[in-house]
């Protein structure tokens, strides 16, 4: 026990100092375990050739290498990848903007506040089951859509549209149509009701109404929204492929396969984690990349906080 | 004049919206229906309900008589007064319910124990550090601060397949814990960045005057800090919610053993099992699994909007 006329043995300053170093200590090693560790591990591991209990060799680059060159799904899943995701970013930046638009242009407070609501409702179901109601209840043989073209004696036309290799690609893309996600609406509807009503106001004293106010006032004025949908479109474009192992598994083929998918299967089909690890590298390469574009040429740093 | 503008927004605002909710419709509908009845005709009402809400009428009514019903379980035909009808179609119409809630339940606990750990897990090493980070000023604290930002440039993709070489390493495939400690540490990230913006912008005099009266730190963060930081709480807290509840690869990739299935990776494995092949039961699994998110969303759905957009920009 120290006695309290004597100078402490530490000053109060640094106890002060050690007594939150000690609390914050389980934050932060979790993470390190968690999060740093793993990523430290997806490059180290990239670099060697193992299977789980196995022995593991040090191959270098030579799993970079096999991917841009001898791998045969690369190519393919890149276009793929291209085709979703500039796919995605047409319709996330054009049609939730449009309902935005014209919940925001109806008078009542209490319409709007239920429209938003409306859209928004959908994310109670679980990704999972709207995915399983996009094969199985829409896409399916005796599906929502083949049974619509029977009723309207359109029965020539219809597909297994998921499992039909010229379809399976923009079948895949449909999915979630009309695109009018609850999430993008609101962003865009807090974007277009930050507009002052002097720029508004003005607007209408020029004669600029209609599509023409939406066109020359409205959007220039929600630019950083879109640009935040935008990279959280494009980043949620190169990373996602939960969709597809619900929906095609990537086939027919590899008609809807992506980089993605191919990591996927490469670590928990194939054992290949090493190789897994390396096109996981590659793909945070590409969405690091974008991101600081992004941020280069659309300064909006604050918007890019939420690109987790 | 505006009131005929406001009609056609209306209009075109419902035609998006019918789009959008309609394959919700048609799995309600077809929830109650078999698969004879979904293949006879995939847009008609479902029969038993139908016949239900007759019956039940009549039998309001006080009509005395009785019903031809079929019973499909058992292939064969039998006449019920009305009141034993609306019994046996109140058991038709949710037949499916019973058995998608009876593969389900199992999931259902496992998820409830990983989203109520999580979240609280997330809650407390959120504010408790974001706490410290924003009021107390000691050698590291930026260097601390951005080391749990930084994180937030790592995508998901990048470290999905080491994080489970990593809990496998642990010993932790096929438990609870593999779900609820890896998403507590990644989950806090958010957390501290939301609640530490919360706090530095509260008024360095409210701190200087509960010192005055003599509270102690944890005094502070429990009697001041918490109540006064509830909004942003439970905005955390509803993301958090969101988040686990949709959650599927990980939980499918770490726990193959059915115990273990949370209601995301179970809907998936049950959609590859036999009992697949009745999709009146899918469907049935489909909307319970929504109904607690939907209790949740109605009892606060200015959190969900207000996470939604606070999550977006500088929180």
């Known amino acids: ?308 | 004049m505006k009131h005929t503008k406001n009609w056609y927004l209306h209009l075109s605002i419902l035609a998006f919206a019918s789009l959008t909710l309609l394959p919700f419709y048609f799995v309600i509908n077809n929830s109650f229906r078999s698969n004879t009845e979904m293949y006879h005709s995939f847009f008609g009402f479902p029969k038993t309900l139908e016949q239900l809400i007759v019956c039940s009428y009549k039998t309001i009514k006080g009509e005395k008589g009785t019903i031809v019903v079929n019973d499909e379980q058992e292939q064969i035909s039998k006449t019920l007064t009305y009141k034993d009808a609306v019994k046996f179609y109140f058991d038709s119409v949710t037949r499916n319910y019973k058995s998608a809630w009876k593969v389900l339940r199992p999931y259902f606990l496992n998820t409830f124990l990983v989203v109520i750990a999580t979240a609280f897990g997330v809650l407390v090493f959120g504010s408790v550090t974001a706490y410290i980070l924003s009021r107390f000023k000691f050698p590291g604290n930026k260097v601390i601060f951005y080391y749990f930002i930084s994180t937030m440039m790592f995508p998901a993709v990048l470290t999905l397949v080491p994080s489970f070489l990593l809990v496998k390493r642990l010993g932790l495939l096929n438990s609870r814990l593999a779900l609820i400690i890896p998403a507590i540490a990644g989950g806090q990230v958010f957390a501290i960045f939301v609640f530490k913006s919360f706090f530095d912008g509260l008024p360095q005099d409210l701190f200087d005057s509960a010192k005055i009266d003599g509270a102690g730190h944890f005094s502070l963060y429990w009697n001041l800090i918490l109540p006064l930081s509830k909004p942003v709480l439970s905005v955390v807290l509803i993301m958090n919610i969101l988040g686990m509840w949709n959650s599927f690869l990980w939980p499918y990739i770490v726990n193959t053993d059915k115990k273990y299935h949370v209601i995301a990776s179970g809907l998936f494995v049950l959609s590859q099992t036999e009992a697949a092949a009745n999709f009146g039961l899918l469907y049935a699994a489909y909307i319970t699994s929504s109904i607690p998110l939907l209790i949740l969303f109605i009892y606060a759905t200015k959190t969900f909007i207000q996470g939604m957009t606070s999550g977006a920009f500088k929180a």
């Open chain 1, 1 to 308: 026990m120290a006695d309290k006329k004597d100078k402490p043995f530490i000053s109060y300053k640094l106890r002060g100092a050690l007594v939150c170093y000690s609390i914050i200590i389980i934050p932060i090693l979790l993470l390190g375990l968690f999060t740093y560790l793993p990523v430290f591990w997806a490059f180290q591991k990239s670099f060697y050739d193992f299977e789980i209990g196995g022995i593991s060799h040090f191959v270098g680059l030579s799993h970079y290498i096999e991917y841009f060159t001898t791998d045969p799904t690369t190519y393919i899943s890149l276009v793929n990848m291209a085709f979703f995701t500039l796919f995605a970013v047409v319709v996330r930046l054009s049609l939730p903007l449009i309902v935005a638009k014209l919940i925001i242009s109806i008078q009542s407070e209490r319409w709007r506040h239920f429209y938003r609501i409306l859209f928004l409702a959908p994310i109670v179901v679980p990704g999972v089951a709207t995915m399983l109601i996009w094969g199985g209840m829409i896409y399916s043989s005796q599906g929502l859509i083949n049974e619509f073209l029977r009723l309207i004696g359109l029965g020539n036309y219809t597909h297994a549209w998921l499992a039909n290799p010229g379809t399976a690609l923009i079948a895949v893309a449909m999915v979630g149509f009309p695109f009018i996600g609850g999430f993008e609406v609101l962003i865009y509807y807090a974007g277009l009701s930050g507009i002052p009503e002097s720029v508004n106001e003005a607007a209408l004293l020029e004669g600029c109404v209609g599509i023409r106010k939406f066109f020359l006032i409205d959007i220039p004025m929600v630019l950083s929204q879109l640009k935040l949908i935008l990279i959280l479109t494009v980043i949620a474009g190169i990373q996602g492929f939960e969709g597809l192992i619900i929906l095609t598994s990537g086939g027919p083929g590899y008609r809807t396969t992506v980089p993605g998918l191919m990591m996927y299967f490469n670590a928990f089909s194939f054992q290949r984690f090493g190789y897994a690890c390396a096109v996981g590298v590659i793909l945070f390469v590409l969405i690091f990349t974008l991101t600081i574009i992004n941020f280069k040429f659309f300064k909006s740093a604050e918007e890019l906080q939420a690109t987790k």
